[in-house]
């Protein structure tokens, strides 16, 4: 189904975030407009044709945006029960079939055409995200991943043998969360990746 990326936006503005976000996990609901930019870039390289995983998936945004475009399967996996919920409850809400699955991201098994996914930053704990990125480099071709400002270097090296076929930076808006957060709504500058086995 084509969508055209504001249409997918005003879709995806329905999905609910956390009740509780973790910290230590840091949750961050991906906002609509980010979520929507990267799952139509990943759209106009084909590259939601088939299974699509999102690792650490929270309420679903990511996941729930690919099949709205079309994806043939979409499983999203994620370590906190509670925005599994969520996540089922915003599907339904949306009316697409996602399966969600409550898991570590070290136990995620199976194969996908493409990993979509917005993984902690390692803002809390540094490193955070090096066992998303091999888990996705494990289970899938084609990877679309968000990361903080200045990661390219550090991307480049860890992915070893795969290749980082396009790169951008944007803004993503994090409205506060948790109490450290000093204003209502941080623009933090963010790289999107498409990284190839």
Known sequence: MKLKQRKLEILLEQVEGFENPSVSLEQYVTPALLAAEILHFAYMQGDLEGTVFDLG????????????????????????RKALEIARKNAEKLGVDVEFVHNDV???????????MNPPFGAQAKGNDRPFLLSALKTSDVIYSIHNC???????????????????????????????????????????YRIVR
Do not use: Q
């Not at 043998?161 to 944007?170: G, L, N, P, S």
């Open 150 to 192: 200045g990661s390219h270097n550090f991307i480049s090296k860890f992915i070893g043998d795969a290749r980082i076929t396009d790169w951008y930076t944007t803004a993503f808006p994090i409205k506060r969360t948790f109490k450290f957060h000093k204003k209502e709504v941080e623009m933090v500058k963010v790289e999107i």
């Open 106 to 116: 070290f136990e995620v098994e199976g194969h996908a055409d493409t990993v979509v």
């Open 57 to 80: 998936c929270g309420t679903g945004i990511l996941a729930i945006g690919a099949k709205l475009l079309g994806a043939e399967k979409v499983v999203g996996f994620d370590l906190d």
